[in-house]
Nanobody, 125 residues
Framework: QVQLVESGGGLVQPGGSLRLSCAASGRTLDYYVIAWFRQAPGKEREGVSCISSSGESTYYADSVKGRFTVSRDNAKNTVYLQMNSLKPEDTAVYYC??????????????????RGQGTQVSVSS
């Protein structure tokens, strides 16, 4: 059993930055991927990014490529999502999830497993 808790969301102006954190407890994340998802009201869940257990492989949705960076600190049992150049269309609840596999794979955006409650990101002037 693992508990995932996201933090770092908030209200930011277009062009601003936020760094989200996904902290785990109950089990070490060393061996597992973490994927970030977001869901806006009335929209389908969207896979944002995925990082392998080692951190060597990262994946991004086309909509965030070049603006978002995922990283992990296994010593802190935490994964981060640095979000730069934020746009109003980035507004959503962001959450992290793991299916307890070590690799993201080509179907990472379909990962379902343990997830956190999410943190709200709002981009507006």
């Amino acid at each position: 059993q693992v508990q995932l808790v996201e933090s770092g969301g908030g209200l930011v102006q277009p062009g601003g930055s936020l760094r989200l954190s996904c902290a785990a407890s109950g089990r070490t994340l060393d061996y597992y991927v973490i994927a970030w998802f977001r869901q806006a009201p009335g929209k389908e869940r969207e896979g944002v990014s995925c990082i392998s257990s080692s951190g060597e492989s990262t994946y991004y949705a086309d909509s965030v490529k070049g603006r978002f960076t995922v990283s992990r600190d296994n010593a802190k049992n935490t994964v981060y999502l640095q979000m730069n150049s934020l746009k109003p269309e980035d507004t959503a609840v962001y959450y992290c999830a793991t299916d307890f596999s070590p690799f993201c794979g080509s179907s990472w955006s379909a990962i379902r497993g343990s997830r956190g409650q999410g943190t709200q990101v709002s981009v507006s002037s």
